[in-house]
């Protein structure tokens, strides 16, 4: 009887992990890819959030300096950009103006980036000197 019992459990518990086991993700690879930019391009009419001027894609500033930042550190390195912190975000019609900052009486520049807050296009990377 015990035998039966801890088979069942068994089973029981190897049903439970089947079900949670990760699964293989299907891709739709490159082509798939090309096509769907091709596509995008072409038709100005098919569905896209980023098009929706009502809604801000990129609505708060903890996200706007997310986005923000890989391009800064590429450009400028991740140390340099993380020295200016804290940044400067500001909303302004629609547009992410985030600026970095440096310590009182150091001299220098500092980075700015401005994103499009509808559609996440940079519009500008500059850095003073």
């Not at 039966?4 to 089947?18: G, H, N, P, R």
């Not at 996200?63 to 140390?79: M, N, Q, R, T, W």
């Not at 547009?95 to 499009?116: A, R």
């Amino acid at each position: 009887m015990k035998q039966v019992l801890a088979i069942a459990m068994l089973l029981i518990a190897a049903a439970t992990y089947a079900q949670d086991a990760p699964k293989e993700h299907v891709t739709q690879g490159r082509g798939h890819a090309k096509e769907q930019l091709k596509l995008s391009l072409a038709d100005t009419t098919l569905h896209n959030a980023a098009k929706n001027t009502e809604q801000l894609l990129i609505a708060k500033k903890d996200v706007a300096i997310s986005i923000a930042e890989p391009y800064l550190f590429s450009i400028y390195g991740k140390d340099a950009i993380i020295g200016e912190k804290p940044y400067e975000a500001y909303l302004i019609d629609n547009y992410w103006v985030i600026l970095g900052t440096l310590p009182e009486g150091m001299m220098g520049g500092v980075f700015l980036i401005i994103l499009d807050a509808t559609n996440g296009r940079v519009v500008r990377i500059t850095h003073g000197k």
